[in-house]
């Protein structure tokens, strides 16, 4: 799976090489072995996950559904939730190229804080959605998506940007392995749901609630600027 993820990246590598860039052998040592670097990594993340890291989640939502506590699973939900995103290589990517591209005036700490708040969110509205039958899928995404589009009218476009691209990020390997496999483990363990139902979902949740929490990170931004005396425009930050 490793080879036929990133062969494709690397024929088009030394085809662009060999006719546009011409880079010195010092730089394509150096790409060469990055690329090396990800094979292996993405080997042994494969290996793990396969061999026991989505079962752990799993058995840790069976465990945790099924303890007297009605408010222990969303409770759960939201601690693992504002710590799996910490764990998220793209969002580690992501997180630096925004401090980077903006030289600091949006911090890499605030955009990880509101990432962490908004996930600990969805995953904690997941298990409530698990938990009680009536709620639905939509009760949550709907409003959610809705009110990321009404933001959009509101801050600065470069917010905008970062809140759809979160969304992406958030929902990576880390999420989509661990904390889909508790979902499932806590769908089969409450009689009132659904495995094939409410066991799925909660990556949508997690691509949902990046649009609305840096969104209002960027409102923050704006409103501070403006009790400065500072007149943010869009293109300012």
């Known amino acids: 799976e490793s080879t036929i993820t990133l062969s494709p990246l690397l024929i088009l590598f030394i085809i662009f090489n060999k006719t546009k860039f011409h880079l010195s052998k010092k730089r394509k040592n150096r790409i060469y072995k990055g690329l090396l670097y990800t094979y292996i990594g993405l080997t042994l993340f494969l290996v793990g996950v396969n061999a026991g890291f989505m079962e752990v989640g799993r058995i840790m ?20 939730g504002m710590v799996v995103v910490l764990a ?8 630096v190229q925004v401090e980077d591209v903006t030289t600091g005036h949006i911090r890499r700490r605030i955009i990880l804080i509101a990432l962490s708040i908004g996930i600990a969110f969805a995953v904690s509205m997941s298990m409530l ?15 959610g998506f809705a009110t990321g589009a009404v933001l959009s009218h509101f801050v600065p476009p470069i917010f905008v940007g970062i ?18 496999a508790f ?42 600027a ?12």
């Open 61 to 80: 939502g069976k465990g945790v559904a099924s303890h007297e506590s009605i408010w222990l699973l969303p409770t759960v939900g939201f601690l693992l």
């Open 88 to 95: 998220e290589p793209a969002v580690y990517v992501l997180t």
């Open 129 to 143: 959605r698990i938990m009680i039958p009536g709620l639905k899928l939509w009760h949550f995404l709907l409003p």
């Open 163 to 180: 809140a759809y691209d979160a969304g992406g990020v958030a929902s990576g390997p880390m999420t989509a392995t661990f904390i889909l």
């Open 183 to 224: 979902a499932q483990g806590a769908a089969g363990c409450i009689p009132s749901a659904n495995v094939l139902v409410d066991g799925f979902g909660v990556i949508a949740m997690v691509a949902m609630t990046p649009l609305v929490a840096i969104q209002i990170v960027g409102l923050l931004y704006k409103l501070k």
């Open 226 to 237: 403006k009790k400065g005396g500072i007149d943010i425009h869009e293109s300012d930050i």
